[in-house]
């Protein structure tokens, strides 16, 4: 399959552990925010999204943390799988659009 | 239920020559985004139809690069004198304006590579 970032920053963590992948945003005023994974060849996935009035948010397997105050995301994915491996992006509103980050690849070794 | 599509998945192109690349956004949805993604990248907005009107064009590069939607489904982007620097994955993505988040769901983009 096709490489989605050939020079991404690599998280390489052992299945079953905990991954956290973090994110810096830009606009103080971002009042949404989204995490996505992209597989090879495929287009950006939702995982799961956070509004600026929370610090955190719960769903399978994944917990997303807000900080407002540094402008800082981080996901948490607990019990990692081969089947997480991937590139994920945070990406945060501006107005109707989305605004990306840079993205970290994700590895998960047996 | 189908998801959003994008045709061609690949296309190969000369220096110079015109392109078309076409969206089917997921029944329903009103809104729908054009963003490209270069290698090692993430995707960067070009354009937001809401209906058939382009909503925010912001994005679009230079004026080489043109995206219509006549009946508020379909979509075509539509780049002129192509250049090796358009290289490059073109993603579209649809969303319901229902939606209580605005989820905007992906396809799986076309892949241009101008020669």
């Known amino acids: 399959g096709e490489s989605v970032g050939l020079h991404l920053p690599t998280l390489s963590v052992q299945e079953g552990d905990n991954s956290i992948i973090n994110c810096a945003y830009s606009?103080?005023?971002?009042?949404?925010f989204i995490w996505y994974k992209q597989e090879s060849g495929k287009g950006p996935q939702f995982i799961i999204d956070?509004?600026?009035?929370?610090d955190k948010r719960q769903g399978q397997r994944v917990t997303v943390l807000l900080n407002k105050t540094v402008k800082h995301l981080s996901l948490q994915i607990a019990a990692t799988q081969p089947g997480d491996s991937a590139v994920y992006f945070c990406?945060?509103?501006?107005?109707?659009?989305?605004?990306f980050g840079t993205g970290t690849r994700l590895q998960v070794f047996p | 239920g189908a998801g959003v599509s994008q045709t061609p998945s690949n296309k190969v192109t000369e220096k110079g020559k015109y392109v078309e690349l076409r969206c089917d956004p997921i029944?329903?949805?009103?809104?729908l985004y054009w963003y490209r993604q270069s290698l090692g990248q993430g995707p960067e907005f070009l354009i937001y139809?809401?209906?058939?009107?382009?909503?925010?064009d912001s994005g679009l590069p230079n004026d080489r690069f043109f995206a219509v939607r006549p009946e508020g489904s379909v979509s075509t982007l539509k780049i002129q004198r192509t250049e090796r620097g358009d290289s490059a994955v073109y993603l579209c993505?649809?969303?319901?304006?229902?939606?209580?988040?605005?989820?905007?769901?992906f396809g799986p983009g076309t892949r241009l590579t101008v020669l």
């Open positions: 993505a649809s969303s319901s304006r229902q939606g209580l988040h605005n989820e905007q769901f």
């Open positions: 606009n103080s005023a971002s009042d949404y």
């Open positions: 956070i509004r600026s009035n929370m």
């Open positions: 990406a945060e509103r501006d107005t109707d659009k989305l605004i």
């Open positions: 029944s329903g949805h009103t809104a």
């Open positions: 139809f809401q209906g058939t009107g382009a909503a925010d």
